[in-house]
T-cell receptor, first 118, second 116 residues
Framework: GAVVSQHPSWVICKSGTSVKIECRSLDFQATTMFWYRQFPKQSLMLMATSNEGSKATYEQGVEKDKFLINHASLTLSTLTVTSAHPEDSSFYIC??????????????FGQGTRLTVV | AQSVTQLGSHVSVSEGALVLLRCNYSSSVPPYLFWYVQYPNQGLQLLLKYTSAATLVKGINGFEAEFKKSETSFHLTKPSAHMSDAAEYFCVVIAGMDTGRRALTFGSGTRLQVQP
């Protein structure tokens, strides 16, 4: 099946620094990728939809200047958490769905990135 | 609009017992429904999906789910729980025109515990 790879799987950074998370679709082209955030023992909350070659679409309440998304190619989207603070500590997961005409396909998820800001 | 409700944030069963995780959906058009499993600090893995073919869907690891339109439900079951089934389970829905550009809508999740 399709594979989505996310890197790094965990990262610890100092408050005020920036962290970049990569999401790659390994065997299909993803014109659209999705970034989710998951707090402990909670469900996934969609942060933004990443569109190849255009600006990302952010969900209400998500700061676009804080969570920078770049989708420069059909297989790579990056999420940069800028000026990270302890409250940004969370589990971030990316996802992509292979495009298929006329039917719905399941989403494939990256392994997730555990971000801890100290 | 679409939404999904998972009844019971925690379910505990004994090893070998029946597993039943409940999910009800709301959608103005015929939905596509999925069950995903998440192990600690990992991404999500697809268990099974309903895409308007058979209403009884069989998935991996012995899980199955039945789509019941009259009840707007898509409950997940497994006849005999195994210790390795302990994880977080998410019911997910997407409806409407699908070009691969739309995100999924997640339920709140159900944590399954399996007691020896």
């Amino acid at each position: 099946g399709a594979v989505v790879s996310q890197h790094p799987s965990w990262v610890i950074c100092k408050s005020g620094t920036s962290v970049k998370i990569e999401c790659r679709s390994l065997d299909f082209q993803a014109t659209t990728m999705f970034w989710y955030r998951q707090f402990p023992k909670q469900s996934l909350m969609l942060m933004a939809t990443s569109n190849e070659g255009s600006k990302a679409t952010y969900e209400q309440g998500v700061e676009k200047d804080k969570f920078l998304i770049n989708h420069a190619s059909l297989t790579l989207s990056t999420l940069t958490v800028t000026s990270a603070h302890p409250e940004d500590s969370s589990f971030y997961i990316c996802s992509a769905r292979p495009p298929r005409q006329g039917s719905s396909t399941e989403a494939f998820f990256g392994q997730g990135t555990r971000l801890t800001v100290v | 609009a679409q939404s999904v409700t998972q009844l019971g944030s925690h379910v505990s069963v004994s090893e070998g017992a029946l597993v039943l995780l409940r999910c009800n959906y709301s959608s103005s058009v015929p939905p596509y429904l999925f069950w995903y499993v998440q192990y600690p600090n990992q991404g999500l893995q697809l268990l099974l999906k309903y895409t308007s073919a058979a209403t009884l869907v069989k998935g991996i690891n012995g899980f199955e789910a039945e789509f019941k339109k009259s009840e707007t439900s898509f409950h997940l079951t497994k006849p005999s729980a195994h210790m390795s089934d302990a994880a977080e389970y998410f019911c997910v829905v997407i409806a409407g025109m699908d070009t691969g550009r739309r995100a999924l809508t997640f339920g709140s999740g159900t944590r399954l515990q399996v007691q020896p």
